[in-house]
């Protein structure tokens, strides 16, 4: 980085409001999403999806945020509130929750575009140079002062951060952008079955992550533009990228270029297999996501709670985790985890098993269960001897999902477990 480049960086992130997009239902995600938002889904052992985009703003030196909400928002409000209220309104910063409140006319949010529009008098009352406009769904970590520092050397009216995937991820699930040598985007189209593949590079695609820079004025235009058309689903992907893309400089920024020396890293955690994935991703020895990097660090709130510990070390009755990361408050009583995960607040009792498995926080493990790639929601109570992931038609006859992958969800909900405060 040049000298003096840092700093103005900070000048152009401390002009920049971050609206956070939090309001999708993750359909997905199935009963995972029954009573909270996607973005809410607890992640990494501690934290939940919504802290990636904050910490991302925070370690970037964005002050200013807001994070739109709107399906089933309780528990992402109430963790934004306990652990994202400390910011300073003195010293400039802000955290807002927007929840939908038909500011504008009498509809709630009808689509990511319509989500902005309905908050234009928060935007305006902010006075903001930029707007980085986020999704509130994905796992990645992303330097946002570069970016906005692009945009504005190129006189973008909008940029557009992408990502490298394979033809197969992107085909229906994401936005796919064509560039030009000089990074301008010349073509997009919003998930394509069969989407275009990058030049040379058979195979692959360039996949909008959902992240977008907008120079202030611009977005006032286009938002009151797009809210006056009677035909349009008001939504970024679907209609405002692909009217803007061949009449305005509109820009990529592949993930990677803020962090040269990383390999990018980038998770849409959208589905019940690729949450289950980067989830015990995290226990190999050297993950793609390092959360234990101290220069990028990932905020949340967390209750307190003692030391995980394990207890008993008789013959078919040691406490044990092997390859495993077990949080805060976690008791395991002579069972035995291997490639495990569990959040915080798990107790695992005597001559258990559990293989390959995300525990979310509050579960309870009875004694002698075999649990096998499995996610068990949080507030499941296992009753003893229940076998989960062994056999996919006794999980299916007890009412359990298993996916296409073998995967085998529990909700509290699937064994009459009214836990819904907890989620």
Known sequence: MAPGSDRHISRLTKRTLAL??????????????????????????KFRIIDFPLSNCVNSGIRNMGVVTQYKSHSLVRHLVNGWSNFRPGFGESMDILPASMRV?????????????????????????????????????????????????LGADM??????VSVEEAAGAFGVIQVDENGRVKGFSEKPEHPEEIPGKPGRVLASMGNYVFSTEF???????????????????????????????????PLGEDRPHTQPYWRDVGTIDALYEANLELV???????????????????VQL???????????????????????????????LNRCLLFSNVRVHSYSQVRNSVLMPDVIVGRNCRIEKAIIDRGVVLPPDTDV??????????????????????????????LHQLR
């Open 159 to 164: 940029s557009i951060c992408c990502v490298e």
């Open 284 to 302: 190999e020895m050297q993950p793609q996501l390092d959360l234990y990097d101290k220069d990028w660090p990932i905020y949340t709130h967390q």
């Open 389 to 418: 992931g062994l056999d996919r038609a006794a999980d299916e006859a007890n009412g359990f999902r298993v996916t296409e992958n073998g995967v085998t969800l529990v909700t509290p909900d699937m064994l009459g477990q009214k």
């Open 219 to 253: 977005l006032y235009t286009e938002l009151i533009k797009d809210a006056d058309d009677g035909v349009s689903s008001h939504d970024f992907g679907n209609d405002i990228l692909p009217r803007l893309v061949y009449t305005h400089n509109l820009y990529a920024f």
């Open 306 to 336: 003692p030391s995980a510990k394990f207890v008993h070390d008789a013959e078919g009755r040691t406490g044990m985790a092997v390859n495993s990361i077990v949080s805060g408050g976690c008791v395991v009583s002579g069972a035995e």
């Open 20 to 45: 956070i997009l939090a309001g999708g239902r993750g359909s997905r995600l199935h009963e995972l999403t029954d009573w909270r938002a996607k973005p809410a889904v607890p992640f990494g052992g």
């Open 105 to 153: 006319g009498d509809e709630w949010y009808k689509g990511t575009a319509d989500a902005i529009f309905q908050n234009l008098d928060i935007i305006r009352a902010n006075q903001p140079e930029f707007v980085l406009i986020l999704g509130g769904d994905h796992i990645y970590k992303m330097d946002y002062g570069p970016l906005i520092a692009r945009h504005e050397a």
